[in-house]
């Protein structure tokens, strides 16, 4: 399970301050310190958790808790909330053009889930929206990537536009909207192009997709196994493109929280959604506070 071992340790942590009716200045430093390391164990960045740590301490050893009637409680209030906040705070919901067809471009690198997602993604606007999204297969490199949207598309029973492999990018996101429009669909999903590497080629065509779309949201998928690694992905897209979101994938595995927990302050841009499985419903949307939470038990 995700968070695993960070959930354990802090929990472990919290449960020493948790039911004491006296907490000193002292005990809220051991104790944090043992939070860093969990922290810093997990994979979150060393920035992020330099900067929790001290909220935290700033606001745990304040008068207000210390000398409250409840102040192991208190304590572990203000990690949650800070937890919360770290990862976002209030849910991040997904945009709506005030004409439609509102448009989301799917971004991200080769394998970290973005063909799935868009599929995913689709499925949630229908099943929790009652919208009727229309799929746009733009990414004519990887090899099936196409077979691959249409395939999720004969399962959900949604149509998908494709022109083939021949036909640039810009042209088939041009097009599809196009489409949409004609259709009257209020969702157009984009599956653009992903690369194993960020070059500047496809910076560019993403940068161009950008452009002529105008998209409403510019979502980057991304692999929480990556870690920090995912991070620095995300850094170097919303740097290039500009993101107004986050899908983080393969949350069902048993990724340390790394990527969850530092996304949003690095970036400044929050997650989203979650991947939670391979399968078509395997995806939520993404609530902060039930994540910190799920983490302190
Ligand atoms: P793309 O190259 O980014 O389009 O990646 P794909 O959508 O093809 O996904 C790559 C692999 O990751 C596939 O085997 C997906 O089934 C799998 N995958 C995607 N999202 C998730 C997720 O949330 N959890 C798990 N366990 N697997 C996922």
């Keep these: 399970m995700a968070f695993e071992g960070l959930a354990d340790r802090l929990q472990q942590t919290l449960q020493k301050v948790r039911g004491k009716g006296k907490v000193t200045e002292a005990d809220v430093k051991v104790m944090m310190r043992e939070v860093r390391l969990a922290l810093l164990e997990a994979d979150v ?7 929790f740590i001290a909220k ?19 304590v572990v209030k203000v990690v949650n909330e800070e937890l919360t906040a770290l990862m976002g705070g209030e849910q991040s919901k997904i945009a709506v053009a005030n004409k439609p067809p509102t448009v989301i471009m799917m971004v991200g690198l080769q394998g970290a889930g973005k063909t799935t997602s868009t599929g995913k993604l689709a499925n ?5 929206h009652n919208r009727m999204p ?3 297969a733009a990414d004519v490199y990887r090899p099936a990537a196409i077979n691959q949207l249409q395939t999720l598309g004969k399962q959900l029973g949604m149509p998908v ?8 990018p810009v042209e088939i996101a041009k097009r599809g909207i196009e489409k949409a429009k004609e259709e009257h669909h209020d969702y157009v999903i984009i599956d653009t192009a992903g690369r194993l590497h960020i070059d500047e080629g496809l910076m560019d065509e993403l940068a161009q ?9 510019i979502l980057l998928v991304v692999d929480a196994m990556t870690g920090q690694d995912a ?3 995300a850094q ?5 493109l500009g993101l107004s979101g986050v899908v983080l994938t393969k949350l069902d595995g048993d990724t340390r929280g790394g990527a969850a927990l530092s996304i949003k302050s690095v970036t400044n841009t929050p997650v989203k959604f979650i991947g939670m499985g391979e399968k078509l419903d395997a995806l939520e949307p993404f609530h902060p506070e039930r994540m910190a939470s799920r983490i302190l038990g």
């Design 124 to 128: 949630h606007l229908r099943k929790k």
């Design 45 to 51: 960045n060393f920035k992020v958790v330099k900067q």
């Design 231 to 233: 991070v620095n992905v």
């Design 236 to 240: 170097s897209f919303h740097d290039q």
């Design 161 to 168: 536009f494709d022109l083939g492999t021949d036909t640039s």
């Design 134 to 136: 229309l799929l746009v």
């Design 209 to 217: 997709i950008k452009e002529i779309t105008n998209p409403d949201e």
């Design 56 to 74: 935290v301490k700033e606001r745990a050893i304040g008068q207000e808790v210390l000398e409250s009637l409840t102040p192991g409680q208190q």
